[in-house]
């Protein structure tokens, strides 16, 4: 119904929902849906797997697994490890850790800007090991295997006056990871998806593009290596909530009388306007410390 205005998404299950509600089969795409009832998470996984897949959904083919649950937000003083352990579960499957891997962990976004700083406060959580390893064996930590984790927090172009992943590029090229995984904050459709979804994804991700702001991306073919992408969302366009509304009363108005009455309400400059919910420092505390625990869970020593 918002006509020629653009959606903006980073999530796939919601690119995906938008041909449900239109009634549109999509042809090399597949869907898998689960729900534990005891932990109350939901997880979708969408596979895209052929070219028609890829440009109908407006993502690369790939895997992209949502992980949803209503408390995500909420204060929980084991910060929801039921969730960290989903995402462990499925990071683990996405990454194959059947032997020893140096990992490189990516935390994009402004720190400055709380609604952006999800990246950075993730890398701050993490146990680093790779200098462990480097400077004194692993004998230093008394296990016979260790994955060598190592973590970045780039910033934004407006801090540094480079593109993020001119970093990366470098980074990589020095420390040789056999991985790296890039977390950032999202953009989402709907309002109820804030701070409360987590995507995974094995594309890659694209720092910026939900609101607009197209960087080059942090991807394999770009890096030469296996790339993980992990966001939550935490913004969402002014305009959708806008539309979302008055959805009821533009159900009762033909085609046209919807298109016209948008185009008087929605004016251009909430586009370019993005809300976040008001105790989104808290959220951010909370969500980083579940995606740090699950990024240190899964790489657990013995693992």
């Known amino acids: 119904m918002l006509g020629s205005y653009k959606i903006r998404t980073d999530l796939a299950v919601e690119a995906r929902e938008r041909f449900t509600e239109e009634n549109v089969e999509v042809r090399g795409v597949e869907v898998r849906e689960e729900y534990n009832e005891e932990k109350e998470i939901r997880t979708t996984v969408v596979k895209i797997t052929t070219e028609n897949g890829a440009r109908s959904m407006g993502r690369p083919q790939g895997t992209y697994i949502t992980i949803e649950s209503e408390g995500l937000s909420a204060p929980d003083e084991d910060y929801h490890r039921e969730v960290s352990e989903e995402l462990s579960r499925h990071l683990r499957q996405l990454i194959g850790l059947e032997k020893e891997k140096s990992v490189l962990v990516v935390g994009l976004g402004n720190q400055a800007i709380t609604a952006d700083s999800l990246g950075p406060e993730v890398v701050g959580n993490l146990r680093m ?22 973590g970045i927090v780039p910033g934004v172009m407006a801090q540094t006056g480079m ?22 904050a999202l953009a989402a459709r709907s309002t109820r998806r804030l701070n409360r979804t ?8 694209t720092p910026g593009s939900g609101v607009g702001n197209h960087r080059n991306g942090l991807t394999e073919e770009n890096l030469k290596v296996k790339v993980i992408g992990i966001g939550v969302p935490t913004v969402v366009d002014a305009a959708t909530i806008v539309h979302d509304s008055m959805s009821h009363l533009l159900d009762a108005l033909e085609e046209s009388e919807q298109k016209e009455f948008l185009e008087e309400m929605i004016s251009p400059h909430l586009h370019g306007m993005f809300v976040t919910p008001k105790d989104v420092d808290e959220t951010i505390k909370y969500l980083s410390y579940t995606i740090s625990e699950g990024l240190n869970m899964t790489f657990e020593p013995g693992d």
Not at 198 to 205: F, K, N, R, W, Y
């Open 129 to 150: 090991t790779r200098h462990l390893i480097r400077e004194y064996g692993l004998k230093s930590t008394s296990e016979e295997a260790l994955h060598a984790i190592s």
């Open 163 to 184: 593109e993020t992943s001119e970093i990366i590029e470098g980074v990589v090229e020095i420390t040789k990871p056999d991985v790296v995984i890039a977390v950032d």
């Open 198 to 205: 987590i995507q995974i994804t094995d594309t890659g991700i």
